[in-house]
Each structure stands twice: as structure tokens, then as C-alpha cells.
């Protein structure tokens, strides 16, 4: 069974940072591309970020210069770093993948930014 664990959430005030982690673990061979979204309340699910197996990413505007995502292959585990965090950005935020085995949704970790 796969399952994606999200953490590093948390409350922080407007202009901090966060890092989140994502692991995938279970029965994988291969991670083909993972992903972060977020959803504030009262919202529709958003895209953040995504990393392919190869490095290659791509940002949502919003947070494009503020936002880093990263991977560590080996590990299976996907990062964001959050910097210059603003009152928006508050939300669940969702780790996504698509793997060799089906395409899997985390449980989500909760950011909240103060201003």
C-alpha cells in the first residue's frame, strides 16, 4: 500500500519561512513526477509546484520566486520551501504524485501565515 505523509506545516508570521516534506512509502518502483497544491478555505484546490523524475519544475505565479521544490530520489520524499510567506498563503497544502503504481493524494498539512 502507498501512502504520501505531508509535514512540516505550522503557524508563522508574514515574511517567515516554512519547509514542507512529502514522503512516499510502500511499494514503488518508479516516482514519475510529484507535485504540492493548496487549498484555503472556502477555495478550490490549487497548484503550487512540480518536480519530474528528471529536475525539471514549474511554479504557479503566485508563488514563483518565493517557493522552491525539490526531491530527494532516493528517499522518495519531495520538498517546498516556503519563503517571504504572505497572509494568502494560508491553506492545506496537498502533496501529489504519480507513480508507477497509480496516482496518490497526501492528507495534507496545515500553513497558516499571520500578518
Known amino acids: 500500500q502507498v501512502q504520501l505523509v505531508e509535514s512540516g506545516g505550522g503557524l508563522v508570521q508574514a515574511g517567515g519561512s516554512l519547509r514542507l516534506s512529502c514522503a512516499a512509502s510502500?511499494?514503488?518502483?518508479?516516482?514519475?513526477?510529484m507535485s504540492w497544491y493548496r487549498q484555503a478555505p472556502g477555495k478550490q484546490r490549487e497548484f503550487i509546484a512540480i518536480i519530474t523524475s528528471g529536475g525539471s519544475t514549474n511554479y504557479a505565479d503566485a508563488v514563483k520566486g518565493r517557493f522552491t521544490i525539490s526531491r530527494d530520489n532516493a528517499k522518495n520524499t519531495v520538498y517546498l520551501q516556503m519563503n517571504s510567506l504572505k497572509p494568502e498563503d494560508t491553506a492545506v497544502y496537498y502533496c501529489?504524485?504519480?507513480?508507477?503504481?497509480?496516482?496518490?493524494w497526501g492528507r495534507g498539512t496545515q500553513v497558516t501565515v499571520s500578518s
Open positions: 501529489y504524485a504519480v507513480l508507477n503504481v497509480g496516482n496518490y
Open positions: 510502500g511499494s514503488i518502483f518508479r516516482v514519475n513526477f
